[in-house]
């Protein structure tokens, strides 16, 4: 059985189904769904994952030619995390005979890591990474430089580095105008394990990665202590946890997906040639396999069908890898010493093949005219956007202000009593917006897009 030292985060406290904002009550209910189910249909129903079907995931929406959007890439993650989860759960109940409050936490890692995985990007603002660079600019680069002096370290530094990541978290756990406690009232457990970075802002390096605006920073310290996530040695007062080990899960599926699924959208955008992308997949198998899935390939004329065929194949080898390094290096995971992801730590062909289509991807995909083009456009619609909101919440007495306000959401707290609430509040609107919404707006604002009658 192993080792149950203080130094070591513990399944049966890992997996907890208390709801953040509703720790006072506690009804476990009859049925054929546990909370964690419950967490993930919660979230199939809400508004805001209905929204990322017009989110852009890489290349720009809609088009003649389906390629992936925010919810349709969620969806996938959520399948391969599951499946995942699952595995991983697999090798490690041998680990746990005897400890049956470590196995039936383990039952339920499947159900988490699918909730957590349609959760991973719903704090993502529009126009995919672009949206969010616009958002840093504007206050590292742009007219919001003004307010430094005005804001803490720690809230200057939330802006400067604004995270989809983080975004997620408050935008599950805060309680808006007019909502209930503690958000969507998720289980402690699915709200850790969308954590990616689990640090404060402060903290956020030359990577500009973090898990938690100021405005969380005690409510992901009470739902980490909850779950006995490890804190990790910091400089100062600045808050760093070891990250709930589910993470690792969730992160390996993002990874599988958007790394395979790119490079197939790509295929179908005439981006890259299906002389190029065949031998790239058939990369991650060995000869014999490469064989057999070529003698499979050759009855079928559609290349789309090809690609398809050759994707499910490496992502089925890939959730067997990603279990394997789970579970060879679940010591380190709960010991809060595991370096790198889980891709980083897969046998060495699967990795190489893994590293190539990496390559490819920053080569050919990322800097395709198309993808600029979207980049282009979302940096300047999001930052008009962010200005004229950001004015009018700074300076509401004014009559355009006054009108501008009018629009927004009364969920959104453009009144709050402080400078970084109201800046908040102008990102919480914006960074729930669909591509569609904030194109629509910036061509109204601008006259470009007025409706008069004769």
């Not at 995931?57 to 959520?78: A, M």
């Not at 005979?97 to 499947?110: E, H, K, T, V, W």
């Amino acid at each position: 059985m192993p080792d149950k030292s203080t130094d070591r985060m513990r399944w049966e406290k890992l997996i907890s189904d208390k709801r953040f904002g509703l720790e006072h009550y506690h009804d476990p209910k009859p049925g054929a769904r546990n909370d964690f189910q419950r967490d993930f249909d919660r979230l199939v129903f809400s508004s805001p994952f209905r929204r990322l079907q017009n989110k852009t995931q890489v290349f720009p929406l809609p088009g003649s030619i389906f390629v992936h959007n925010r919810l349709t890439h969620s969806l996938e993650v959520s399948c391969v995390g599951r499946s995942l989860a699952n595995e991983v759960a697999i090798r490690l109940r041998p680990r746990y005979a005897g400890n049956d409050r470590a196995l039936d936490s383990l039952n339920y890692i499947g159900d988490i890591v699918a909730a957590a995985c349609l959760a991973h990007d719903l704090g993502n603002p529009p126009f995919g990474h672009s949206g969010e660079k616009a958002i840093q600019a504007y206050f590292s680069e742009g007219a919001g430089g003004r307010f430094r002096s005005q804001l803490s370290e720690r809230e200057w530094n939330d802006l400067i580095h604004f995270e989809g990541n983080a975004n997620a978290f408050r935008l599950l756990t805060h309680q808006f105008n007019g909502r209930r406690q503690g958000g969507f009232a998720m289980t402690y457990s699915t709200l850790a394990s969308i954590v990616k970075y689990p640090f404060e802002s402060t903290l956020a390096g030359k990577h500009g990665k973090f898990g938690f605006f100021a405005s969380e920073h005690a409510d992901f310290i009470r739902v980490a202590d909850e779950l006995g996530m490890l804190p990790a040695q910091t400089d100062g007062n600045a808050v760093k946890y070891s990250r709930h080990p589910l993470v690792y899960i969730v992160e390996a599926a993002d990874d599988i997906c958007y790394e395979i699924m790119d490079i197939e959208d790509a295929h179908k955008l005439k981006i890259l040639t299906t002389d190029e992308v065949l031998p790239l997949l058939l990369g991650y198998f060995d000869e014999e396999r490469q064989q057999h899935m070529l003698k499979v390939m050759s009855h079928v004329d559609d290349p789309n069908e090809k690609i398809a065929y050759l994707r499910s194949c490496i992502v089925g080898v890939l959730v067997g890898k990603c279990a394997d390094a789970f579970a060879e290096h679940e010591d380190e995971i709960l010991g809060g010493t595991f370096s790198g992801s889980l891709v980083d730590h897969i046998t060495p062909l699967e990795k190489e093949g893994y590293r190539r289509c990496e390559a490819l991807s920053w080569d050919k995909i990322y800097c395709a005219s198309d993808v600029v083009e979207i980049e282009l456009a979302g940096t300047r619609i999001m930052s008009f956007l962010i200005d004229e909101l950001v004015k009018a919440v700074t300076d509401p007495t004014l009559n355009y202000s006054r009108l501008l306000l009018a629009k927004v959401p009364a969920q959104y707290e453009i009144h709050a009593p402080t400078l970084y609430g109201k800046i908040q509040a102008v990102l919480d609107h914006i960074s729930g917006m669909t591509d569609v919404y904030a194109l629509d707006l910036y061509r109204r604002l601008n006259g470009m897009s007025l409706k008069i009658n004769n």
